[in-house]
């Protein structure tokens, strides 16, 4: 999964929950050397609102939903957060007090992309993208970007990384726990129930799944990647957020 962020806010309508923001600029180089194209997006496109950080991927449910429409320069969120639920009224009026200071990322799917020179650099233009999700984030990287109401877009940047980060401590603390158990039934001539070890195999599992996924991060890019090299490094990336996820639900 990758991302794009955006700052800034602006409620269209408190009462029902109501955003409109700026999610992308056009013909502008952000800080991932993309460069989005005018007719990237589809007007009328479908768009889901993410929970506060993109944590629906990790499984939280989704807090609204929007469409897309675009003019000559930018492409903007029409969403609606979902009022009559707790997490979607909690995570509207949380967007609503954090006003300026709140950021926005969305979810980038490439469905057709190109290399090539843009103002004296090498970047990736992003000719076609298909339906995505947008996420208010703590920080985000977008280029000219700003809510007209309420905006968001997702991707892989430092906020997952923290999420994985925040898994590990779960998973070290688990295998902490395991240790102390196992020890003790030790003492008294027992070993782990099957239960447990059956569940510490799934553990072993996923954490293999990760030590495989950041060595092909590791290896993957040059300085300059080709695209192929892009293409490896994100499909590992995106197995390894997903391995955490399953570990953090295990």
């Known amino acids: 999964m990758q991302v794009k962020t955006l700052r800034g ?36 496109a479908k768009w889901k609102i993410s929970a506060y950080g993109h944590r629906s ?44 200071l709140q950021e926005w990322s969305y979810s980038v799917h490439p469905l057709k992309e190109s290399y ?4 004296g650099q090498h970047v990736r233009f992003l000719e076609q993208l298909g339906p995505g999700e947008v996420s208010p984030v703590l920080a985000g990287a977008g280029i000219g970007t700003r809510t007209l109401a309420a905006k968001s877009d997702g991707g892989l ?24 158990v196992g020890a003790l039934r030790a003492e008294r001539g027992k070993s782990l129930s099957r239960v447990n070890v059956d569940a510490l195999g799934r553990l072993g599992g996923e954490l293999r799944r990760l030590a495989e996924a950041y060595a092909a991060l590791k290896t993957a890019p040059d300085p300059d990647p080709e695209p192929e090299d892009d293409d490896l490094a994100e499909q590992a990336a995106r197995e390894y957020l997903r391995a955490v996820a399953r570990t953090r639900r295990a």
């Open 9 to 44: 806010v602006e409620i269209k309508d408190i009462d029902k929950g109501t955003v409109e923001a700026v999610f992308s600029t056009f013909n502008v180089i952000d800080s991932d050397r993309d460069v989005t194209l005018p007719g990237a997006f589809t007007d009328g």
């Open 116 to 119: 090539g020179e843009f103002e």
């Open 57 to 100: 991927w990790m499984g939280a449910l989704p807090v609204g939903k929007g469409t897309v429409r675009t003019t000559g320069t930018e492409a903007i969120l029409e969403g609606q957060f979902f009022m009559d639920t707790q997490h979607g009224a909690d995570t509207f009026r949380t967007v609503k007090a954090m006003g300026e």
């Open 157 to 180: 940047l430092l906020h997952e990384i923290e999420e994985a980060l925040a898994a590990m401590d779960v998973v070290d603390g688990a295998l902490s726990s395991a240790s102390r």
